[in-house]
């Protein structure tokens, strides 16, 4: 770095400054001569860092300067900064050496006269509209006398007394005040909540519910209005669920929530009236259509009373038809009581013949009783004669299979001391205990071995002779 101080080596005065100093006494210089001022421009370029801060640029048909709106003061500003929105921009002059560029910080915005506001309000309208905010299929009807009527308007102006003064001439309903500003900085914010506010009232809350909104303010300029031109406002009015009439201004002035309302009044008083029917027209239609409803009932009685008459006039005598009838009832009675008497001495006469003394039916069930008992005797003195016979078969066939008849032939019966049967050699062994039972009676026995028993000499076999067969041979 060069010393200020020092000179060139050419020998001259002119002190050497760093970039840095020099960029400082610039923007010293600057923002000593230019600590307050107002310029007017389009805006172009616009952009919002996430930081908050406000980036654009301020152009005329012959310069562009920079500009920049710091955090804190975005927030404060009237209106919402666009691309080609014409607007006076107050604040400093600085210079960013950075980048070797001046801007003005920009601390109020305004918009630049009614031209650009117009031109903004036509924009945003057509805006709005390409989104459906403005159909008619969006629009609601208004109840025709509402419990609660909701005002968003000013607490101290002469509209809210307007209204309540109207609605206590006409009508008095009872009114909820939702105090906003009507104007100037977060006067739209307000309104838009207040819209909202009402609208998530809950039924049958300790805060009723309105059945209507009314949102007004007084005549004014178009920047007066222009709260009610912004963004939030129109969309709260479209999205409101509770019928909503807009009077902002007098008979010429007209916002967009004019148009996002379901309906529009040219002015408070005239929403008032749009808000509730005359009592007293309501009484003197009441009693109008009273009378009219008692006259034609009364009419249609009387028409109806001599259709019946027409109609009595053609039906046959009353009394007659019940004396006729009354008589043929008299006759039908007496040949009703001679029939029956005819017919109870018919059955008694036919009686006798009919019905068996009472002895003789006894006598004649006896002799069948008796008949019946011997031929169920016979039947089952037959069936047990069977009975026996068959049974005693089976006991001759049981008797002729039982294991005694075969010890009767000679063969024994081999069992364990404990009486079980040995029917195998394998199941004996040398010393064991048996009991051989005969025809007789039983005996006791040991095995002595298990192996097959000595066969015993045969006895030499007698041969016969012819002499000995006395049947001879016949041939």
Known sequence: ?????????????????????????VKSTVEGAFQHVRIRGEISGFKRAASGHLYFSMKDENAVMDGVCWRTSAGR???????????????RIT???GRSKYQIVVETMELAGEGALLKLLEERKRKLA????????RKQDLPYLPDVIGVVTSPTGAVIRDILHRLADRFPRRVLVWPVLVQGEGAADQIARAIRGFNALPVGGSVPRPDLLIVARGGGSLEDLWAFNEEAVVRAAAESDIPLISAVGHETDWTLIDLASDQHAPTPTAAAEMAVPVRLEVMAQINDHEGRLLRAVRRRWESKSREVAALARGLPNLQRVVESAGQRLDDWIERL????????RQRRQRLPKQITPPRRAISVANQKLETANRDLRRAWQSQLN???????HLSQ????????????RGFALLTTPAGKAVISVCALAPGDDVNIRLKDGVTAARIAGTGPAAPRPKKPSKRKTDDDDPQGFLL
């Open 95 to 97: 210079t960013y050496p």
């Open 386 to 392: 069977a009975r026996q016979k068959a049974l005693g």
């Open 130 to 137: 390409s989104e459906g905010l403005f159909g008619e299929d």
């Open 1 to 25: 770095m060069s010393d200020p101080s020092s000179t060139h080596n050419s020998g001259d005065n002119v002190p050497v400054f760093s970039v840095t100093e020099l960029s400082g006494l």
């Open 337 to 344: 009581g001679n029939a029956l008497k005819a017919g109870i």
């Open 77 to 91: 500003l009237g209106i919402q900064p666009e691309d080609g929105m014409e607007v006076i921009a107050t604040g």
């Open 397 to 408: 066939l049981l008797e002729s299979y039982s294991y005694e008849r075969v010890l009767d």
